[in-house]
């Protein structure tokens, strides 16, 4: 049975170079200066607001603040590169110079390497590199961390590419033929997360089969990052349990709940709207799965009864 080794414990896959680490699964707050987004579309639209709103969720503790300026959600169109830099740029300036760690959320190279220079620390690519030729070889020359989302088509028609035979194990081939790309590109695959894309290209069985199968992925033997925040298969999940309709903005909680179960199945990050809730869930995962590992040494009725029937999520 393989041991969980979350964040800053034993795994080989815990570390990012360049990015260290609390010692438990990260946080990363969603900024999204977008008047589109699907769950928080326009709140953040203009800089200052945005700005405040970083800083906002820096103060609440997230470990990083992702910064994006396209929206992303199923349908939404490209933005172009002017408007995309014009609403990233100046916000991240702003957060680094506050001392706040950020990333850009960002599918192109020219507005990766443009909030590189104003202070992001990290690239998250939702197309992992695919959308822009030139994103690994940028991100290879800003020597940053860079999360590779798996990705198979552009957001106006991902929906129409949500079709697989056995989603986890064809999403982990994907991402081991983008790691070995990126490498081949330049990228140091030591400064790689990887990221199953929930709701991207994804109907909601297929979100709740790849985060029960995150071991899958863990396996290919680098850190990965859990984008569930708001999303579709978390309403579904509770229609289906009879709450009906919930719109995405009262999905926190259930978001809490996911964040705390990808924690325990070794995440290494959780990307959230809300930070408080978040924060909380990745702590108690935390305080559970170092309880976990006492008793995992500890032969007896604790082991049997509580951890050792398959409860857990083996990562
Ligand atoms: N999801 C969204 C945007 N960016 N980045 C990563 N790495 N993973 C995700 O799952 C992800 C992302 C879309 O959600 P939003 O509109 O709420 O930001």
């Not at 903005?249 to 990307?271: F, I, K, N």
Request: aromatic share 4%; hydrophobic share 40%.
């Amino acid at each position: 049975m393989e041991r969980i080794t979350p964040l800053g414990r034993s795994g080989r896959a815990a570390e990012v170079k360049g990015l260290p680490g609390p010692g438990r699964c990260l946080v990363m707050g969603i900024l999204n200066v977008t008047p589109d987004s699907f769950s928080d579309g326009g709140r953040y639209a203009d800089s200052r607001r945005a700005i405040d709103r970083g800083l906002e969720l820096a103060a609440q503790g997230a470990d990083i603040v992702d910064v994006g300026g396209e929206s992303t959600r199923p349908g939404a169109r490209p933005v172009g590169l002017d408007e995309e830099l014009a609403r990233t740029v100046p916000v991240v300036r702003e957060l680094a110079r506050a001392g706040v760690r950020t990333s850009v959320d960002t599918m192109h190279a020219p507005v990766a390497r443009a909030a590189v220079e104003a202070g992001a620390c990290l690239v998250n690519d939702v197309s992992g590199g695919l959308a822009d030729p030139a994103m690994a070889r940028t991100v290879a020359a800003a020597g940053v961390p860079y999360v590779a989302m798996h990705w198979r088509a552009p957001s106006r028609d991902m929906d129409r590419h949500a079709d697989y035979r056995d989603v986890v194990s064809e999403v982990t081939a994907e991402l081991a033929r983008r790691l070995r790309r990126l490498a081949e590109q330049g990228l140091d695959p030591d400064r790689v997360v990887l990221d199953p894309g929930l709701g991207f290209a994804k109907r909601p069985e297929h979100d709740w089969a790849l985060l029960a199968g995150l071991g899958s992925l863990r396996r290919l033997g680098r850190p990965v990052l859990v984008g569930a925040s708001r999303k579709r298969f978390i309403g579904a999940a509770l229609a289906s349990g009879g709450a009906g309709e919930v719109p995405p903005v009262e999905r926190d909680m259930a978001t809490a709940v996911v964040s705390g179960l990808a924690a325990v199945a070794g995440a290494y990050c959780v990307r959230v709207h809300d930070v408080r809730a978040g924060l909380d869930a990745v702590r108690v995962a935390s305080a559970y799965l170092d309880h976990y590992a006492r008793h995992e040494r500890t032969p007896g009725p604790v082991r049997e009864g509580a951890v050792g029937t398959g409860a857990v999520p083996h990562a």
